[in-house]
């Protein structure tokens, strides 16, 4: 078994559209990026990749990268799952957190575990998705963006 872990934030900006997991989500302002910027899926991909040893997100999908401009994270989220497939690994679990004064995130919470589960071909049970606030302290907390982290743990051999 092997374990990796994850973490990404981004600002937060009028004009541009809130994803997280891959669900659009009601909001006044989205998240800054060169794709969706779908932070929660960004921590995920790291922990991921991080378990099996190889290099960060910035690394698979440049953000130098005009191709990658507004991509859907969940699209690379498939393609880091094709990578660790191809290196006879399947995912055991998943855990992220997010963190962010606004929205709460608890009503898109089945949504998000939907689409990472078809993602990466894990069951939604052993999927964990939870968030908190940064009780108004930081960049979090005073509602500049959001930040996510991630751990992950894979196993490199036949599914069970």
Partial sequence: ?????????HRLKKGRELILGGVKIAASE????HSDADVLVHALMDALLGAAGLSDIGHFFPDTDPKYKDVSSI??????????????????????TVIA?????????DDIKE??????ELKKERIGIKATTNEKMGFAGRG????AAAVASIRQGKKR
């Fill in 30 to 33: 989205g998240l800054d990026g």
């Fill in 75 to 96: 699209s690379l989220l498939e393609s880091v799952y094709k990578e660790l497939k191809k290196q006879n690994f399947s995912v055991n679990n998943v855990d992220v």
């Fill in 115 to 120: 689409n990472i589960s078809k993602a990466i």
């Fill in 101 to 109: 004064e606004v929205p709460r995130i608890c009503p898109f919470i």
């Fill in 1 to 9: 078994m092997y374990i990796g872990f994850g973490y990404d934030t």
């Fill in 144 to 147: 500049e963006g959001i930040a």
